[in-house]
């Protein structure tokens, strides 16, 4: 990530707009624009079924069901018209959990990105949230992307872990506003374990 980039994520953490410690004014307003959005997923062996909400920007699509399924992942947030590209683009991953710490899982997203981009700068840190430990990557490609992932835990009996990303072009002047919005997105984020289904009832013998 572009070194400007670096400075406004590492000021958002130092001013506390992660941990939404305090509520402004401001701050009160886009909480009253915005609204509560969803992702489930079905049970699968030791893992239950799950829910994952947020609080989407006020002027954001949110999307579980059509181009989130058609690229392979949980949920997108977007701005405007559906556009394919993934610049602006905040995206939410739900995946049984596997490796062993959240450190790991960061770890291995580095390992995978600098095998695409050996010359990519590379940086990690914690994230403040309230319900749950996260951290973010953060990678300066060289293809002039900047790319945010921030993992999160929701611990060990809800049988998942996720991730929140968002990509953007390093010469985009709208990347501090930006970068405001995917984080409160990501603190926002609550986990819920999902109701089981009932169980169905045994066919009647005639």
């Not at 050996?118 to 403040?128: D, M």
Request: hydrophobic share 45%; glycine share 8%; proline share 6%.
């Amino acid at each position: 990530m572009s070194a400007r980039v670096r400075r406004a994520l590492l000021a958002m953490v130092l001013a506390g707009l992660v941990a939404q410690a305090a509520a402004t004014p401001a701050t009160v307003a886009a909480a009253a624009a915005s609204q509560t959005v969803s992702a489930s997923g079905a049970g699968d062996g030791a893992m239950p079924g799950w829910i994952v909400r947020t609080d989407a920007p006020a002027g954001w699509t949110a999307d579980c069901c059509t181009y989130a399924r058609a690229i392979g992942v949980n949920f997108v947030l977007y701005q405007g018209e559906w556009s394919g590209e993934p610049n602006r683009v905040m995206v939410l991953n739900v995946w049984p959990r596997k490796l062993p710490s959240l450190d790991d899982e960061l770890k291995a997203d580095r390992t995978h990105y600098l095998a695409r981009d050996v010359a990519a700068k590379v940086g990690s840190f914690p994230i403040r949230h309230r319900g749950m430990p996260c951290a973010a990557n953060v990678f300066e490609g060289t293809d002039h992307i900047d790319d945010v992932v921030v993992f999160c835990d929701p611990g060990s009996a809800s049988g998942i872990r996720l991730s929140w990303s968002m990509s953007f072009a390093d010469h985009d002047a709208s990347r501090g506003p930006l970068l405001d919005a995917f984080m409160r997105v990501v603190v926002a984020t609550r986990y819920e374990r999902a109701a089981a289904a009932p169980a169905t009832p045994p066919a009647t013998r005639k």
